[in-house]
C-alpha cells in the first residue's frame, strides 16, 4: 500500500514540475532586473516589481526608443478593450445561445441544419476567414472597432453556448414548464421563472469558458484591430517583438493576462467537468 | 470446498456502527443465510468477507487461513451482486469467461467450461448476445454462473432475486437450491425475504441491527426464536404478541392479559427459573391458534371476527378482543362471517413467553 | 388591438420558436454567412488590394487561383506540416493525458490542489503560452541551462529556434503543455463515471488493475476516447497563436510554417486576398470531406 502511494505522488510531483515550470520562469523573470535575465537562476537574486509598473505608464522605458515609448504606454487601453470585448461577447453568446438552445429542444425548431452548421463554425481554421473578413469589415468602415470584434467572437463562440445550455435544457422535464403555462404563464415568465434558475450551473460554466476563449482570442484580433479596438494578446505579440532583448518586461506583459484567469480559474473548475459531460457524453 | 470461520467482525462508518461484533461459521458445502432488515449489516458483513471493505476490528479466516489482509483478488470468493453488476459491453461468453481469462487459463479449458456453466444455468442461446440485451432473470444466471466458473471455495450471494417479480423470484428460488445440490460450494446467502431463507439455507443467521440474533436451522429459528425480534421477522403473517403480566395466586399461575388470561400452573417452574420480571409479552403463531365455534374447554376465549383474508386454499381471521387484534390463518371455516363471535384457543405446546427486553421464557 | 394580435401570434409554439430562432439566425448570417460568400467570391477573382481595384470590381478568373493552389508547394509543405503536427501532438496529449487521469483515480490527499494545479494550463491565454515557451527555449534560457546541464555536463546553448526540427519541437512541445490537461479533464471524468461496482465484479473475478483498465474501463468510455480525440484534432488543425509568436509564424524560412499560418501570411503580408480564399476554400472542402467520410461515421456509432 505504501509504495503505490509514494509512486503515485512522486509521479504527481513530476506531472506538477512539468506543469507548473514555465510559468515558474516566466514569473521568476518578470520579478528579476535585467542584470538577471541572461542568467539561469530561478529564484531572483534582487526581486523587482518594475518589469510590471512599466507596463502600466508611458514613462521613461529602459532603453528609450521611440517605438518603445508608443508600446510602453499602451497595456491599460489593450486591457480595457479585452474586458469590454470579451465581457459583451460573452454576454451576447449567452443570450443568443439560450434562445436557440431553447428553441432547438423546446420548440424543435431550426432542424438538424442549425446544429451542424454551428458545429462547423468551430471545425473551420480561423485563418481559412482572414480575407474575406478583412473585405468585410473593411468596407462597411468597421475595422479596428469594439464592435466588429464583439460580433465576431459572439458568432464564433455561439456553438458552445448553444451546446453547452442546450445539454442543461434537455435534462429538465418540459412538463414543469408546461404546468407553469397552464397556469397561465406567459411563455417569457415561464423561461425566466422556471427554466433559468434551473439552468443557473450550464450558463455559469458557458459564461466562464466563453469568457476564456474570448479573452484569449487572437488571430481575429490581430487582423482586425490596430490601435483602438487592439485586444491584449495582440498587445503582448507587439510588445514582445517590439522589446526585443526585454525577456523580464515581456514576461510580466504576458503574465498580466493571465490573472483575469486565474482569479475565474477556481470558479471554473467546477463547472467546466459537468459542462463538457453534459454536452459530449450524454 | 471450504470452511468459512468470522470472529469478532466489527465495521465503523464514521459514526455508523454497521457491525457490532460478529462471529459464524460456515461448515464445508453449507449455505448460511444472513437473514435481516435493510440496514442490520448483513451486506456490509458480506463485503468484509468478499475483501472490498476493509474490517474495523475482527478476523475472517477460510479454511483456518487469515484473510484479512489478501486483496479481493486473492481470496478465492465468487460474489454475485444484487445488481449483478454484470459487464454489459461484453457477450455472455466473455462475461462468463472472465473470470478464467484473468487467470491466463487455456483456451480451450475455458471454452468447455464456461459451455459447461452455460448448460447447467440454460444461458446456451444467449452466448454470443451482449449482456446489455438480456432479460432481467438471465441476467442474473449470467451473474451466478461467472461467479461460479471459477470454481470459488466460497459463494457470496448479495440479496440476488430481489430485483425478480413474484412469479420469476419463486422459480428462481427452487433453480437456485438445484444449483446448489448441483454444484455444492459453501455459501453465505444475504437476504431480507424469510421465505427465501427458509427455502434456500441449511442454517440462518438473524441479524438485526449489526448484530446476529439467533443461528439455527431453519426450523429452530421458527419453532424456537430466541428473541422477540426473530419471532416478528421470521412467519407470514407475522406471530402475534400480546402484553401480559404473570401473576400467581391462589396456587395457580397465571398470564393476564387484561381481556383474557392463561392458566400456566403447569410451566410456571420454568417460567420463573428463566426470568423475574413479571411483565411479559405472549406469542403464538397464527397458525398454532384454532377456532371453534362453541367453546369446548376453559381454556377457550371468545374473540369477534373483525375481517376475513381469502388466501385461496387459507383463510387469515383478524380476531378482535377488547382492543387487541389476533390473527389466525387457518383452512376456510364455513359459517363465519365478519361479525361473527367465535372462540379460539391457544397450543399452549407453542405458544412463546418474551421478557419484555428480548428473551425467551418457554418454547 | 394591434398587440394582442402580436402577443397572441407569439404564444403559439412554432411561432415563439421561430421568434427564438431569430437572434442567432440574425447574427450568424451577418458574421459568417456573409463573408463566406464573400470567400468564394474572392476564389475566383484576382482581387489584390494594392492594385487598388475594388473588391466587386475585380476581374473573374475563374479557376486559375485553385489550380494554382494546388500546384503551390509551400502550400502543399504547410498542409503536409499541420497534419504531421495533428498526429504527433494528439496521440501524445491522449496518452499523457491519459496517465494522469489514471493517476487521479482513487482519493489521496491533496486531490483538490493537484486537480487545479494539473488544470490551470489549459486556462493561459495561447499567447502568453508561446511566450513563455519562447522563454524557456532562449539560447540562455533555462532549457539549455538548466535542464540539458546535467545531460550533456555543462551549459549548452541550442538555438532552438534555428533549427528547423528543433523549432518544430518546441511548438509541439508548447501544445502538448497546453492541451494534455484538457484531455486529461475528459478522460478522468469518463474514467470516474465507470460503475464501481463493475470493478469490484472485475476485482472479486481476480482481474488485476491493469487487467481492469485494459478490459473494463478503457472499453467503456471508448465514445468519450473518440470525442476527445476528434475535438482535438480538430482544434490540432488550426494551431497559429502559438507558432506566431514562437517562431514568428513560421520560421525559420517556412519549417514551422502550419497551414493557418501561410493563409495568414498570404492574406496579410502578400496582401493576395483572392489566392488566399481560393486556398482557405480548399482546405474548407477538405475538412468538409473528412469529417463526412471518417468522422461522421465515428461520431454516429458513439451515439
Given at each position: 500500500m505504501n509504495y503505490k502511494q509514494t509512486l503515485r505522488y512522486v509521479l504527481l510531483i513530476i506531472v506538477t514540475l512539468w506543469t507548473l515550470g514555465p510559468v515558474v520562469w516566466m514569473i521568476s523573470l518578470s520579478l528579476k532586473p535585467p542584470t538577471e535575465w541572461y542568467s539561469a537562476n530561478i529564484i531572483p537574486k534582487k526581486l523587482i516589481l518594475d518589469n510590471y509598473i512599466n507596463l502600466f505608464n508611458s514613462s521613461v522605458p529602459i532603453g528609450g526608443t521611440y517605438f518603445m515609448t508608443s508600446i510602453a504606454e499602451a497595456i491599460t487601453v489593450p486591457y480595457i478593450n479585452s474586458l469590454i470585448i470579451a465581457s459583451l461577447s460573452t454576454v451576447f453568446a449567452i443570450l443568443i445561445g439560450f434562445c436557440t438552445a431553447y428553441g432547438v429542444s423546446r420548440y424543435k425548431a431550426g432542424g438538424t441544419f442549425t446544429l451542424f452548421f454551428t458545429l462547423l463554425t468551430r471545425m473551420l481554421p480561423g485563418a481559412t476567414f482572414v480575407a474575406p473578413l478583412l473585405v468585410y469589415y473593411s468596407t462597411f468602415k468597421l475595422m479596428d472597432t469594439h464592435i466588429a470584434l464583439i460580433l465576431l467572437y459572439t458568432a464564433v463562440t455561439l456553438t458552445y453556448a448553444i451546446w453547452i445550455l442546450k445539454g442543461y435544457i434537455d435534462e429538465i422535464p418540459p412538463e414543469w414548464e408546461e404546468a407553469a403555462l397552464l397556469e397561465g404563464a406567459a411563455p417569457w415568465t415561464v423561461i425566466t421563472r422556471v427554466t433559468l434558475p434551473l439552468i443557473r450551473g450550464g450558463i455559469l460554466a458557458s459564461a466562464l469558458f466563453i469568457f476564456i476563449l474570448n479573452w484569449t482570442e487572437f488571430l481575429f484580433a490581430l487582423v482586425l484591430s490596430v490601435t483602438k479596438a487592439i485586444t491584449l494578446p495582440v498587445q503582448i505579440s507587439l510588445y514582445a517583438s517590439a522589446v526585443g532583448r526585454m525577456y523580464g518586461s515581456q514576461a510580466a506583459c504576458g503574465l498580466i493576462a493571465t490573472i483575469p484567469m486565474v482569479i475565474l480559474g477556481y470558479t471554473i473548475q467546477r463547472y467546466l467537468v459537468t459542462g463538457f459531460t453534459f454536452g459530449r457524453v450524454r | 470446498m471450504a470452511k468459512l470461520l468470522v470472529k469478532n467482525l466489527r465495521k465503523v462508518f464514521g459514526d455508523l456502527e454497521a457491525v457490532k461484533g460478529i462471529s459464524f461459521n460456515v461448515d464445508e458445502k453449507e449455505t448460511l443465510c444472513l437473514l435481516g432488515p435493510s440496514g442490520c449489516g448483513k451486506t456490509t458483513t458480506l463485503r468484509c468477507i468478499a475483501g472490498l471493505e476493509t474490517p474495523t476490528s475482527g478476523e475472517i479466516y477460510i479454511n483456518s487461513t487469515l484473510i484479512n489482509d489478501l486483496p479481493p483478488q486473492k481470496r478465492g470468493i465468487g460474489l454475485v451482486f444484487q445488481d449483478y453488476a454484470v459487464f454489459p459491453h461484453m457477450t455472455v461468453y466473455d462475461n462468463l469467461a472472465f473470470g478464467l481469462q484473468v487467470r491466463k487459463m487455456e483456451k480451450s479449458k475455458i471454452d468447455s467450461k464456461v459451455k459447461e456453466i452455460a448448460r447447467l444455468l440454460d444461458l446456451e442461446n444467449v452466448l454470443q448476445r451482449y449482456a446489455k440485451r438480456l432479460s432481467l432473470s438471465e441476467i442474473q444466471r449470467v451473474a451466478i454462473g461467472r461467479a461460479i466458473a471459477v470454481d470459488p471455495e466460497i459463494l457470496l450471494l448479495d440479496e440476488p432475486l430481489s430485483n425478480l417479480d413474484a412469479r420469476t423470484r419463486e422459480r428462481m428460488r427452487t433453480e437456485l437450491k438445484e444449483i446448489q445440490m448441483k454444484v455444492g460450494i459453501t455459501s453465505v446467502y444475504v437476504t431480507h425475504d424469510q421465505l427465501e431463507a427458509m427455502t434456500l439455507a441449511d442454517r440462518i443467521a438473524v441479524m438485526n441491527n449489526g448484530l446476529i440474533e439467533q443461528i439455527g436451522k431453519p426450523s429452530e429459528i421458527y419453532d424456537n426464536p430466541k428473541t422477540l425480534f426473530v419471532a416478528r421477522f421470521i412467519g407470514t403473517p407475522s406471530m402475534n404478541f400480546i402484553d401480559c403480566s404473570f401473576i400467581e395466586k391462589n396456587g395457580k399461575a397465571i398470564i393476564d392479559a387484561n381481556e383474557f388470561y392463561l392458566d400456566v400452573s403447569d410451566i410456571s417452574s420454568i417460567i420463573k427459573e428463566k426470568t423475574t420480571t413479571s411483565e411479559l409479552i405472549l406469542g403464538c403463531r397464527s397458525e398454532d391458534i384454532t377456532i371453534e365455534t362453541k367453546k369446548t374447554s376453559p381454556d377457550s376465549i371468545e374473540v369477534e371476527v373483525k375481517f376475513i383474508e381469502n388466501l385461496g386454499a387459507k383463510s387469515i381471521y383478524h380476531l378482535g378482543i377488547g382492543e387487541k387484534r389476533i390473527l389466525v390463518k387457518t383452512h376456510i371455516i364455513p359459517g363465519i362471517k365478519i361479525g361473527s363471535k367465535v372462540w379460539i384457543i391457544f397450543n399452549k405446546n407453542k405458544i412463546h413467553l418474551f421478557d419484555k427486553k428480548t428473551s425467551l421464557a418457554i418454547i | 388591438m394591434v398587440f394582442e394580435k402580436i402577443v397572441n401570434w407569439l404564444r403559439q409554439p412554432k411561432n415563439f420558436g421561430k421568434i427564438l430562432m431569430m437572434p442567432s439566425s440574425f447574427i450568424l448570417n451577418l458574421v459568417l454567412i456573409i463573408p463566406f460568400s464573400i470567400l468564394i467570391y474572392l476564389g475566383f477573382t484576382n482581387y489584390i488590394p494594392a492594385r487598388g481595384i475594388e473588391w466587386w470590381r475585380s476581374d473573374i478568373v475563374g479557376f486559375a487561383n485553385f489550380i494554382k493552389v494546388i500546384g503551390d508547394e509551400r502550400f502543399l509543405w504547410a498542409l503536409l506540416r499541420t497534419?504531421?503536427?495533428?498526429?504527433?501532438?494528439?496521440?501524445?496529449?491522449?496518452?499523457?493525458?491519459?496517465?494522469?487521469?489514471?493517476?487521479?483515480?482513487?482519493?489521496?490527499?491533496?486531490?483538490?490542489?493537484?486537480?487545479?494545479?494539473?488544470?490551470?494550463?489549459?486556462?493561459?491565454?495561447?499567447?502568453?503560452?508561446?511566450?513563455?515557451?519562447?522563454?524557456?527555449?532562449?539560447?540562455?534560457?533555462?532549457?539549455?541551462?538548466?535542464?540539458?546541464?546535467?545531460?550533456?555536463?555543462?551549459?549548452v546553448t541550442i538555438s532552438w529556434f534555428r533549427d528547423p526540427i528543433l523549432a518544430f519541437l518546441t511548438i509541439m512541445l508548447a501544445d502538448i503543455w497546453q492541451w494534455t490537461p484538457l484531455m486529461f479533464l475528459i478522460l478522468y471524468s469518463g474514467l470516474v463515471a465507470v460503475p464501481e461496482r463493475l470493478i469490484e465484479a472485475a476485482k472479486v473475478l481476480g482481474a488485476s488493475e491493469t487487467q481492469i483498465l485494459k478490459r473494463i474501463r478503457l472499453p467503456l468510455i471508448k465514445p468519450l476516447i473518440i470525442v476527445a480525440l476528434i475535438i482535438r484534432s480538430l482544434e490540432a488543425f488550426k494551431v497559429f497563436d502559438t507558432v506566431f509568436i514562437m517562431t514568428g509564424a513560421g520560421g525559420p524560412g517556412t519549417a514551422t510554417e502550419t497551414i493557418s499560418c501561410y493563409i495568414y501570411k498570404l492574406s496579410i503580408q502578400y496582401s493576395n486576398l483572392s489566392y488566399a480564399s481560393a486556398a482557405s476554400l480548399l482546405i474548407l472542402i477538405m475538412i468538409a470531406l473528412v469529417t463526412r467520410v471518417a468522422i461522421k461515421p465515428l461520431a454516429v456509432k458513439t451515439e
Open positions: - | - | 497534419i504531421i503536427f495533428v498526429f504527433t501532438v494528439v496521440p501524445i496529449e491522449f496518452l499523457l493525458g491519459l496517465g494522469i487521469a489514471l493517476l487521479f483515480l482513487g482519493n489521496f490527499k491533496g486531490k483538490k490542489i493537484f486537480t487545479s494545479i494539473i488544470l490551470y494550463p489549459m486556462m493561459i491565454p495561447w499567447i502568453t503560452v508561446g511566450l513563455a515557451f519562447h522563454l524557456l527555449f532562449l539560447d540562455f534560457g533555462p532549457v539549455n541551462s538548466i535542464i540539458l546541464k546535467p545531460i550533456f555536463g555543462e551549459s
